[in-house]
């Protein structure tokens, strides 16, 4: 193994490591164990004899092996690599070890083999474990101290704090984490009024003497005046590890009691100030009191010139107490926020919390024992427990019903009433029952009128409208009762129902509509043509005017039936339909039938009523073909005017959504593909594999967002129209699943591409999807949209169809249908501009598009473009070249942390030395003394944003200006696009691709190697 060396000296070498108690084995370039000690040996249960020879994956297993190859790889490569994990060791035993891999090198020139030397750290893991649960434990409990709490570690920054300490600041307590004390004193010093006893303006300290005489507060508590008048008494504590804890106490009480008594008691004061906090040293076997603050006496009201101080056990309000005390305190050797019930001199109890530690003087166990006064919170407790039997007697006597449901749709509470307004089910309503168990119970028992004979149906429509959170709505029971129901979601993604029962609401309106009826028949005899009808299309009346208006006598009116009163049976359907879900219909406009087959614009005002015993409809019609005529111009530019701010609102509603998705879709794209690189774990890679997928398919919807949100030049490049298809369908799937489409993809493979902008092709793919999704939506049955690509014209064009089930188009607007603002669509449907831009779109690539249709069977969209070779070449436009990089340090400028580690996280293993900023202010200090190859920066920070830290570079260290990268989750509004169209520096927008990010650092790279 170490050829060229003398075989004694060997024969030594390897004597000493038999005998070192660290586990040593060699392995060959082989990969074949050649040398083990001892102690490696008996840790992995094997002889030495039985593993020498022997390859790694022979010993540990295959799967072991294909996990720890990587860093012997990289130590026969001459690195010497650390590494911990879990290891199966051949007799089936789990071992969490940490392995240093050390290169052996032959004449300093070649590596012929490398060192494993391994500790067992499972110990260490399983601490590591206890340690998190019990540093949760300690955050709770440092929340649930009443007074101001905060622990700093050994460089005077904060580790926790609760909330009592961070309400000075107004802010919550993980967010002060990190900043150090000279940060958070100076904070607080812009609200103090004075402190520790000098005026804040006059012959205040300075921060350094203000700090100190914090540090030094465990022995002399130092007093704080805000400015609202408020005192705050800050005690220190050192800890063990050097660091710090502060308990600050709210003290105004007692500073407005001395301000009263400032003249008469001022001695008195000055020795509480000095000791605020109730002490007692006593002797733990005979509870003699050897020492007594005077705030110790004053809490148990025991006159201080008294001679002695008396036993500890006179002060107990339970002697038992004390027994339960002393053990815990002997067993641990201190006790903290212990709760004993105490009592004064004159029997007075009160509730008191302890903090005690023990020490040995002279032979003599003592206790150091500290008190707090826990009456007023011990009644701030009570007041609380009041208030909430008060709330719940308030919910109580509500006359409506009451349910509390949890973010888990469990039932919290409800109030009786609830339960006796579901007089089938109200026995399920027990805290923790599912929403959807409680609505299935009452459907089963018959309870809901509706859901009799269709119990699945009725639960699955309720769990719709409770998922598309109904605001309100209205139901009858099986008993007769109407109920109107209404829902509010909780800050915590709970929801609050109330149930009122409205059955006398409901009779009311029964008697207002038979009132209004015997109203209305009176209206028979009015000039504007009317009809009576019911809801099947019988005839009951028609007025003369009516019959007029048609073109026929009362006597023909009377015997046709309603609905050929229509151009189609459609329009009287979607009317009666309205009619049933409203009770009226208001200037319904609608295209009528004459007798002679004319067709004219009707505006239909109707009324539900009872006319003669039968359930029926009154209707007025006015012809307005007059007034249609005079309105169809206006209109149509109206329209044009509203689609187009409507096209613009929606690009800024795109725009908004996916910037503020960017960031943590970058973290997710970034984060998730390093994973599946870099870990050789089969199970992981699978794992992050599916969380690549699942991200990149959220990067694609934000980045097409993005390009429906701009309206910038295009960009041309070599564009897959397969993918472009899949993007497309990203977006709109949801909407087609919804509508019951099914989509069948006959994508070519070895697809050519095309020359192109992707996002403007993207959306013309969208449109025509959404076109054919509409055109599905008015046809009753099963849809299907079919989606081909395919090669033309002996492979010189890329062609797509879109095929749909839906009625088709008929011959006498087709030629009409690219033209703008075009529509057939109801208005508030159709735009009429998704065509004529798809038309625009592909014109301006040199492609066509054309539409095949016959009326009944469907609609065929078909693109087609020329490839991208034939138009990269006419363009003149070189393909990327991919630019080698070398190592290089970086700094990454982001206010977002995740968005830092990820960059931090891609461009390490590239071999870059990675430096981070938190902002445009921080990389401007770390850049006075350090320099950069290459600079990554965001553009929206809260400081210095992303063009004030150009601006600045620029002034002060002009050679760093070409090395510079944005990145942006803006949508690339003017403002940014014009900064970068002036610079000319690159952008990277997120969220990002880490071959996205490792391309334009290359590209950079290669630049300064120019400039050198």
Same mark, same amino acid.
């Given at each position: ?29 082989? &990969? ?110 440092? /929340? ?107 003290? @105004? ?42 705030? #110790? ?51 007075? /109890? ?16 003592? !206790? ?21 039997? @008060? ?7 509500? !006359? ?16 009786? &009433? ?164 409203? +009770? ?54 109206? /329209? ?54 699942? #991200? ?31 993007? !497309? ?26 020359? +192109? ?23 009753? +049955? ?41 529509? @057939? ?5 159709? @735009? ?40 990269? !070449? ?88 070409? &090395?510079?990268?944005?990145?942006? +989750?803006? #949508? ?41």
């Amino acid at each position: 193994m170490l050829e060229g060396r003398p075989q004694a000296s060997a024969e030594a070498l390897w004597a000493v490591l038999d005998d070192s108690p660290v586990r040593i084995s060699f392995v060959d370039r082989e &990969r074949r164990l050649r040398y083990a000690n001892r102690q490696y040996a008996t840790f992995i249960g094997l002889p030495v004899p039985e593993i020498l020879g022997k390859t790694v994956a022979e010993i540990y297993g295959e799967e072991e092996e294909a996990k720890l190859r990587p860093f012997g790889d990289r130590a026969l490569r001459g690195e010497t690599v650390e590494w911990e994990g879990w290891v199966q060791f051949p007799g089936g035993v789990q071992r969490y070890v940490q392995r240093t891999y050390k290169p052996h090198w032959e004449d300093g020139k070649r590596v012929t083999g490398y060192f494993v030397l391994v500790s067992d750290i499972t110990e260490h893991r399983q601490a590591e474990t206890e340690q998190q649960r019990l540093a949760q434990l300690l955050r709770d409990a440092i /929340e649930s101290i009443s007074n101001g709490f905060a622990v700093y570690d050994g460089s005077d920054r904060l580790v926790a704090c609760n909330t009592a300490f961070a309400s000075l600041f107004r802010v919550e307590p993980q967010s002060l984490v990190g900043a150090s004390t000279e940060e958070l004193f100076s904070r607080a010093q812009l609200r103090m009024r004075s402190f520790d006893g000098r005026p804040a303006s006059e012959d205040s300290p300075s921060l350094k003497q203000a700090l100190q005489r914090l540090r030094e507060a465990d022995h002399q508590p130092v007093d704080i005046e805000l400015d609202n008048g408020q005192w705050l008494q800050i005690t220190s504590h050192p800890t063990a590890d050097g660091g710090r804890v502060y308990i600050r106490t709210d003290i @105004t009480r007692l500073k407005n009691t001395e301000a009263l008594l400032r003249d008469s008691e001022r001695r008195f004061r000055d020795i509480v100030e000095r000791n605020p906090l109730p002490v007692w040293v006593n002797e733990i076997e005979s509870g003699r009191i050897l020492y007594e603050s005077p705030a #110790a006496s004053l809490l148990v009201g025991r006159n201080t010139r008294d001679a002695e101080p008396g036993r500890a056990t006179d002060y107990y309000a339970d002697i038992a107490d004390r027994t339960a005390y002393l053990h815990k305190l002997r067993e641990h050797g201190e006790v903290d926020g212990y709760e004993l019930r105490l009592k004064k001199v004159d029997g007075t /109890e009160f509730w008191a919390s302890i903090t005690a530690r023990i020490f040995r003087y002279e032979g003599r166990e003592l !206790a150091v024992v500290s008190m707090v006064d826990l009456t007023e919170r011990k009644a701030r407790e009570a007041e609380l427990r009041q208030a909430r039997e @008060t709330l719940e007697d308030a919910i109580e006597s509500l !006359a409506e019903g009451f349910a509390l449901w949890d973010a888990d749709r469990r039932l919290v509470m409800c109030n009786q &009433r609830y339960k006796d307004f579901n007089y089938l089910s109200g026995d399920t309503l027990v805290p923790g029952v599912r929403w959807e168990d409680f609505m299935r119970a009452g459907a089963e028992r018959g309870q809901y009128v509706d859901a009799i004979g269709r119990v699945e149906e009725y639960v699955q429509e309720r769990k719709k409208m409770r998922a598309a959170m109904v605001s309100h709505y209205e139901f009858q029971q099986s008993d007769g009762r109407w109920f109107t129901g209404s829902v509010r979601r909780t800050r915590q993604g709970g929801l609050v129902v109330i149930r009122v029962d409205s059955t006398e609401r409901k009779r009311m309106e029964q008697a207002l509509r038979e009132s209004e009826a015997r109203f209305r028949s009176i209206t028979i005899a009015h000039p504007v043509p009317m009809a009576i009808s019911t809801f099947t299309g019988k005839m009951l009346y028609v007025s003369q005017p009516f019959a007029d208006l048609f073109g026929m006598s009362v006597e023909e009116a009377l015997k046709q039936p309603a609905v050929e009163y229509y151009k189609g049976p459609e329009g009287r359907a979607t009317f009666v339909e309205a009619l049933r879900r409203t +009770g009226s219909v208001d200037s319904y406009e609608v295209e009528a039938r004459r007798k002679d087959g004319s067709i004219f614009w009707a505006s239909l005002t109707a009324r539900r009523s009872v006319f003669e015993g039968q359930d029926a409809i009154v209707t007025g019609f006015i012809d307005l073909t007059e007034r249609r005529a005079a309105e169809q111009e206006l209109a149509r530019q109206r /329209e044009a005017l509203h689609q187009s701010e409507k096209l613009n609102a929606l690009g800024g509603l795109l725009a908004g959504v996916a910037h503020e998705l960017n960031n943590p879709l970058s973290v997710v794209v970034g984060q998730s593909l390093l994973l599946r690189d870099a870990d050789t774990d089969v199970k992981t890679q699978r794992r992050a594999e599916r969380i690549a997928n699942a #991200a990149d398919r959220c990067s694609r919807i934000v980045k097409t967002f993005l390009a429906m949100a701009r309206q910038n030049t295009p960009s041309y490049r070599e564009a897959n129209l397969n993918e472009i298809v899949e993007s !497309a369908l990203g977006i709109t799937e949801y909407a087609l699943r919804s509508a019951d489409i099914e989509v069948r993809r006959k994508l070519a493979e070895e697809l050519p591409p095309v020359w +192109g902008d992707p996002d403007q092709l993207t959306q013309v793919v969208m449109n025509l999807i959404i076109n054919a999704e509409q055109a599905m939506a008015d046809k009753i +049955g099963k849809h299907s949209l079919e989606i081909v690509t395919s090669v033309e014209d002996n492979g010189n064009r890329v062609q797509l169809k879109l095929r749909d089930s839906g009625p088709g188009i008929a011959p006498e607007i087709r030629s009409r249908i690219f033209e703008p603002f075009f529509t @057939t669509k109801e208005v508030g449907v159709g @735009t009429g501009v998704g065509l004529s831009v798809s038309h625009a779109i592909v014109d301006a690539h040199q492609g066509a598009i054309e539409v095949e249709s016959e009326p009944g069977k469907g609609a065929t969209f078909i693109v087609s473009l020329p490839r991208a070779q034939q138009r990269a !070449a006419e363009s003149g436009v070189a393909p990327a070249k991919e630019t080698p990089c070398v190592r290089r340090k970086v700094l990454v400028v982001d206010d977002e942390a995740e968005v830092r580690e990820v960059l931090g996280d891609i461009l390490s293993l590239d071999g870059h030395e990675i430096e981070v900023a938190n902002s445009g202010n921080a990389a401007l200090r770390i850049l006075a003394h350090e320099n950069f190859d290459i600079i990554l920066s965001d553009m929206r920070m809260p400081d210095v944003d992303g063009p004030g830290l150009y601006m600045r570079i620029k002034n002060a260290y002009p050679h760093l200006i070409d &090395r510079i990268i944005f990145i942006t +989750g803006d #949508a690339l509004g003017p403002s940014i696009r014009a900064f970068l169209d002036q610079t000319g520096l690159p952008c990277l927008e997120k969220p990002f691709d880490p071959k996205e990010v490792r391309q334009l650092v290359g590209q950079i790279s290669a630049g300064v190697d120019a400039a050198k």
